[in-house]
């Protein structure tokens, strides 16, 4: 079974801090993702990986920035945290190429107080 | 711009309805499609999807899902829903060859014993 793992299943932090969200995945998947998750917005794309060291901009990467040393592990940052960024982040793996699935980690929802 | 619009986002039915969820994308070229579920307290996992080939496409615990190309749609069914079900639903478009996946906002589905 493909496993992907993040590292929290909740924090709270407060405005300003900067934040690191990491995730995991085991099977060797070329591309990784992370997208944040709001009721009535769906899956929104912030930033997503198709190689070490290779990183590309979703949809909303405005106040996150991302890392990726090596292939398994996939860092979101936030550089300073703000209310807005509320929400649910979920990381995401997946093979090369639109053709095929991919597999999620069970997110971590983040509070920014 | 490529979106992809889920018709309702809270449907509620009685245990042994038939369930027919609405998808529609804006997408130009060969797309892929997936339904993806989110039970409660559980990740995302995938539910079907189409690449190619019979558009009627079956999927894990009797659903299926039909792409109509001339109508850029990809309805998810099940003939006869259970109370265990009841779960997020998401339908997503990703292009051949393409790293992005982009997701509907996510229908809730409550099904009551």
């Known amino acids: 079974d493909v496993k992907v793992t993040q590292s929290s299943r909740y924090l709270v932090k407060r405005t300003g801090e900067k934040v690191f969200l990491e995730c995991v995945q085991d099977?060797?998947?070329?591309?990784m993702f992370w997208y944040r998750q709001d009721p009535g917005l769906g899956l929104r794309l912030i930033y997503f990986?198709?190689?070490?060291?290779?990183?590309e901009k979703g949809d909303i990467p405005e106040g996150y920035s991302v890392s990726r040393e090596k292939k398994e592990r996939f860092s979101l940052i936030l550089e300073s945290a703000s209310t807005n960024q509320t929400s649910m982040y979920l990381c995401?793996?997946?093979?090369?190429?639109?053709?095929?699935?991919?597999?999620f980690g069970q997110g971590t929802r983040l509070t920014v107080v | 711009a490529q979106s992809v619009s889920q018709h309702n986002h809270h449907v509620i039915l009685s245990e042994a309805a038939s369930l027919e969820l609405g998808c529609n994308y804006s997408?130009?070229?060969?797309?892929?499609l997936f339904w993806y579920v989110q039970y409660p307290g559980q990740h995302l996992q995938l539910l079907l999807k189409?690449?190619?080939?019979?558009?009627l496409v079956k999927g894990i615990k009797g659903f299926e899902a039909e792409f109509i190309k001339s109508k850029f749609s990809f309805n998810l069914r099940k003939p006869s829903v259970q109370w265990s079900d009841t779960a997020e639903y998401f339908c997503?478009?990703?292009?051949?060859?393409?790293?992005?996946?982009?997701f509907g906002a996510g229908t809730r589905l409550f099904v009551k014993a």
């Open positions: 189409y690449f190619s080939g019979d558009p």
């Open positions: 997408y130009g070229g060969t797309v892929n």
């Open positions: 990986s198709y190689d070490v060291k290779m990183k």
């Open positions: 997503a478009v990703s292009h051949t060859g393409g790293f992005k996946t982009i």
């Open positions: 099977m060797d998947h070329e591309n």
């Open positions: 995401a793996s997946g093979l090369q190429g639109g053709r095929t699935e991919a597999f």
